[in-house]
């Protein structure tokens, strides 16, 4: 008999842990207040990487859910995704190349490029760094559109898809059995929280207490524009790249900035940065800014795992949502049908703040 599972969550992790399910023959039931795409997944910067400042431990997980998002790419066509390469000179010279040092030694692909080259691989730049890092095979998913994709495949699956709050979990013997939506008891024999920012509440109340933080993060939208920008940009205190729509996207970090006390002017201002970075811009036009509010695990890496002492309880919430997707809703969804644990996991259990 297929599992009856329900997935708290429409985001970028929930819908793949629904697809992943639903693939592997799950009954599935996505319940989500805001519908596909979730509330942070839309104003991710989406840059799918294995970049700087984390341990290898980490960097390997991130490299293979860079392999695993160009699997699910042949299993589900017409995800917007981008291969679109990276470059990367927000560190003073002598970081970047330490960084260089380590990630190239892991088997990370980076090229050093100097002003010329960077040149040739953004054109439009107005000062090309002396000195570049540049990862070919860094890429993008159009967030949203991305999430929206899996769920309509999995929809097409036989998953089900249902908007509406999840108020809790119903308990029963030291093990969940469901949640309760809007009202409406939904049973399951597992339930997944992928909620994000909401997850912490939702999973309060079968008392399983998730260290969660949630800094904001504000992100600039252009007016789409003719192509100016051909991958990803990380520059001093500015990070930008260019959608699939033609919007000229940035945030003064890759997570989105600090909004301040006034977001409009902070956007402006940040705008007004971007625009003088690049040549051809004067038509260049600030469409609107998002402040999303990042759900991000107090040591800043994911939780993914079982919640420890209730039974039927799954918990996938991280910052690194757009990169870690495909194999977090893989390995997830073995965890949950077969009991197989992958080793690449084992450091973002739950357990560890239990100490």
Known sequence: MAKQVVVV???????????HLAKAGARVTVISESGAGGVATPNSFAWIN???????????????????????AKDVPGLPL???????????????????AEHSSWGYGIERVDAKRAGQIEPNLVEPPDLALYVAEEGVAEPAATARVL?????????????????????????????????ETIGAEEVVVAAGAGAPAIAATAGIKLP?????????????????????????????????????IAGSDFAGGDPGENPEATARDLFAVMKEALQCADGLELDFHTVGYRPTPA???????????????????????????????????????????????KPYALSRFAQ
Request: charged letters at 20%; hydrophobic letters at 45%; a positive charge.
């Open 299 to 345: 040591d800043g890496f994911p939780i993914v795992s079982r919640a420890e002492g209730v039974g039927g309880l799954y918990i996938a919430v991280m910052h690194s949502g757009i990169t870690l997707a495909p194999a977090v809703g893989l390995f997830a969804t073995r965890e949950i049908l077969d009991g197989e644990s992958d080793g690449l996991l």
């Open 50 to 72: 294995a970049s700087w400042g984390n341990p290898e431990v980490y960097f390997q997980l991130r490299i293979r859910a860079m392999a695993e998002w160009k699997r699910l």
């Open 82 to 100: 981008a291969w679109c390469g990276g470059l990367c000179f927000d560190l003073p010279p002598d970081r970047l190349e330490a960084y260089a």
């Open 212 to 248: 969660i933080k949630t800094p904001p993060g504000l992100i600039v939208h252009s007016h789409p524009y003719r192509r100016l920008l051909n991958g990803l940009v990380h520059a001093e205190k500015l990070h930008m790249r260019q959608t699939a729509e033609g919007r000229i």
């Open 9 to 19: 969550g429409a985001g970028i992790i929930g819908a793949s842990i629904a697809w």
């Open 151 to 183: 769920l309509m495949d999995a929809e097409r699956l036989g998953a089900r898809v249902i908007l509406g709050a999840v108020n809790r979990l119903t308990l029963s013997g030291g093990k969940v059995t469901g949640v309760v939506a809007s009202g």
